[in-house]
């Protein structure tokens, strides 16, 4: 098990150290929501009953619904200064007698675990509360919020069951029943003895949940036969690859054209990427466009060369004049 809250129990000028464990779990047969037809997943969205649109979760606040039906708002700064207790204690207020605690007013329960260096105080508390009949009544913040609960002793254990607040008990006010009136002497004795013939002691393992039985049977024999749907695999993966390959492609254009460099051979790329395959082009067209392509660059590199043999000649045309000059004697003057 894993603690889910530390804290100490604090009685008189006693405080033990200890650890809180759920001491219960719900082994109820949970389903899920699929379609019929290919076992996928029911998903919802958050709308909204007044204009239909589809909500953001930090747009959702928190409402009080009033009895008349209208609806009150509460900001994320009202709710912030409601009173909150964030104490990590348990605080003993008194001891009662077990039979004034009305088991209807019992809620979740939790097992304490004390430090290590708390084990004697732990135990004496312990010890306490099974000597002389009696439940803890305490207060505890469990989420901020403050609410009652009891300790008692389970099986060497201290153990803490919150409890509900006096008011969220429903009043049972039958009239049929009021009304019914007071059972003969003879019913009576037909309902002890029918009652004798049944008394026992209580025993868990006599009962058993016949029903989550019952289901996970059915779905063994239906994995054990094959009949398993797996979801279908939703398409929208393959146009992300395609948008990704895309990004990538601008991404190396961008980074060129800053280093001041040729963009031609990402156009290229370009032209070769799935992107393009999805517009319609064949590989023939390709092929095509690879060898126009070819053609073009190879027109452009040849007159550059001419150009450049001009140039290889005019530099030899000027350096044969300048040699002419310089061989040329000077005149002396007269």
Same mark, same amino acid.
Request: net charge negative; glycine share 6%; with cysteine.
């Given at each position: 098990?894993?603690?889910?809250?530390?804290?100490?129990?604090?009685?008189?000028?006693?405080?033990? =150290?200890?650890?809180?464990?759920?001491?219960?779990?719900?082994?109820?047969?949970?389903?899920?929501?699929?379609?019929?037809?290919?076992?996928?997943?029911?998903?919802?969205?958050?709308?909204?009953?007044?204009?239909?649109?589809?909500? +953001?979760?930090?747009?959702?606040?928190?409402?009080?619904?009033?009895?008349?039906?209208?609806?009150?708002?509460?900001?994320?700064?009202?709710?912030?200064?409601? =009173?909150?207790?964030?104490?990590?204690?348990?605080?003993?207020?008194?001891?009662?007698?077990?039979?004034?605690?009305?088991?209807?007013?019992?809620?979740?329960?939790?097992?304490?675990?004390?430090?290590?260096?708390?084990?004697? =105080?732990?135990?004496?508390?312990?010890?306490?509360?099974?000597?002389?009949?009696?439940?803890?009544?305490?207060?505890? +913040?469990?989420?901020?919020?403050?609410?009652?609960?009891?300790?008692?002793?389970?099986?060497?254990?201290?153990?803490?069951?919150?409890?509900?607040?006096?008011?969220?008990?429903?009043?049972?006010?039958?009239?049929?029943?009021?009304?019914?009136?007071?059972?003969?002497?003879?019913?009576?004795?037909?309902?002890?003895?029918?009652?004798?013939?049944?008394?026992?002691?209580?025993?868990?393992?006599?009962?058993?949940?016949?029903?989550?039985?019952?289901?996970?049977?059915?779905?063994? *024999?239906?994995?054990?036969?094959?009949?398993?749907?797996? =979801?279908?695999?939703?398409?929208?993966?393959?146009?992300?690859?395609?948008?990704?390959? *895309?990004?990538?492609?601008?991404?190396?254009?961008?980074?060129?054209?800053?280093?001041?460099?040729?963009?031609?051979?990402?156009?290229?790329?370009?032209?070769?990427?799935?992107?393009?395959?999805?517009?319609?082009?064949?590989?023939?067209?390709?092929? +095509?466009?690879?060898?126009?392509?070819?053609?073009?660059?190879?027109?452009?590199?040849?007159? +550059?060369?001419?150009?450049?043999?001009?140039?290889?000649?005019?530099?030899?045309?000027?350096?044969?004049?300048?040699?002419?000059?310089?061989?040329?004697?000077?005149?002396?003057?007269?």
């Amino acid at each position: 098990m894993r603690a889910i809250w530390k804290g100490a129990v604090s009685f008189g000028l006693v405080n033990v =150290p200890v650890r809180l464990y759920s001491a219960t779990e719900n082994h109820d047969v949970q389903f899920r929501q699929v379609h019929r037809t290919d076992g996928g997943r029911i998903r919802y969205k958050r709308f909204c009953s007044i204009d239909g649109e589809e909500v +953001a979760y930090d747009d959702i606040a928190k409402g009080y619904e009033t009895e008349d039906g209208e609806m009150v708002i509460l900001t994320d700064e009202e709710m912030a200064g409601l =009173p909150t207790r964030s104490s990590k204690e348990i605080s003993v207020e008194k001891f009662v007698p077990e039979d004034q605690i009305d088991p209807m007013l019992l809620d979740k329960s939790y097992y304490l675990e004390p430090d290590k260096s708390a084990t004697k =105080p732990y135990v004496l508390l312990r010890e306490a509360l099974e000597a002389q009949g009696r439940m803890a009544v305490v207060t505890v +913040a469990i989420r901020t919020r403050m609410t009652m609960a009891v300790l008692r002793v389970r099986e060497g254990v201290i153990v803490m069951q919150t409890m509900l607040w006096p008011d969220e008990i429903r009043s049972a006010d039958f009239a049929a029943v009021d009304e019914a009136g007071e059972a003969s002497e003879k019913e009576m004795a037909m309902a002890r003895l029918l009652i004798d013939e049944l008394a026992g002691d209580y025993d868990a393992d006599e009962f058993e949940d016949d029903y989550a039985i019952a289901v996970q049977d059915l779905v063994r *024999a239906k994995i054990e036969g094959g009949e398993v749907r797996a =979801p279908e695999t939703e398409e929208e993966e393959g146009g992300e690859v395609v948008d990704l390959l *895309a990004a990538l492609a601008q991404s190396v254009e961008k980074a060129k054209k800053s280093r001041g460099e040729s963009t031609g051979s990402s156009q290229e790329d370009r032209e070769e990427s799935p992107t393009a395959q999805e517009s319609g082009s064949t590989p023939a067209k390709k092929s +095509a466009a690879k060898k126009s392509t070819a053609k073009k660059s190879t027109a452009k590199k040849a007159p +550059a060369k001419k150009s450049a043999a001009k140039k290889s000649t005019a530099k030899k045309s000027a350096a044969k004049k300048t040699s002419a000059k310089k061989s040329t004697p000077k005149k002396k003057a007269s």
